[in-house]
């Protein structure tokens, strides 16, 4: 092998740490994902107080505030949808992007840690009928 010095470093050990990483890499992404679902529990609960908001439509008609009352509505509503819709889109990449990636990744480095094993068990055993 020309490179023998620049691979040097590469052993089954620090495949195996540089593994750990990913795999803490993607324990961090399941608290992306948990706090995506707290922002999109939050954005139902809006919903819910929007439409139980409604109820009062004759209360801000006698004041006066109707246009208030539908501005907050039409405001709130398309940010929620927008929000939702970002959420669902970061959801989709992150997973897509990263976590699934970094399992394919951490796969093969997994691989080549076997083929590491099995290589230096062959080169102990020639080293041996040497």
Do not use: C
Not at 7 to 12: A, D, L, T
């Amino acid at each position: 092998m020309k490179n023998k010095n620049f691979y040097s470093w590469m052993n089954p050990d620090t495949i195996q740490e540089f593994s750990i990483k990913l795999r803490e890499a993607n324990k961090e992404h399941d608290k992306l994902l948990y706090f995506l679902d707290e922002i999109s529990k939050y954005l139902s609960k809006v919903e819910l107080i929007n439409r139980e908001l409604n109820d009062y439509e004759y209360l801000f008609e006698i004041l006066d505030k109707k246009e208030e009352l539908f501005l907050h509505n039409s405001k709130s509503i398309r940010t929620s949808k927008v929000l939702d819709k970002l959420i669902e889109k970061i959801r989709g990449i992150s997973n897509r992007d990263i976590k699934i990636s970094f399992e394919r990744i951490e796969s093969v480095l997994l691989e080549s840690v076997e083929i590491m094993d099995k290589k230096l068990k062959l080169e102990n055993i020639f080293k041996e009928k040497k």
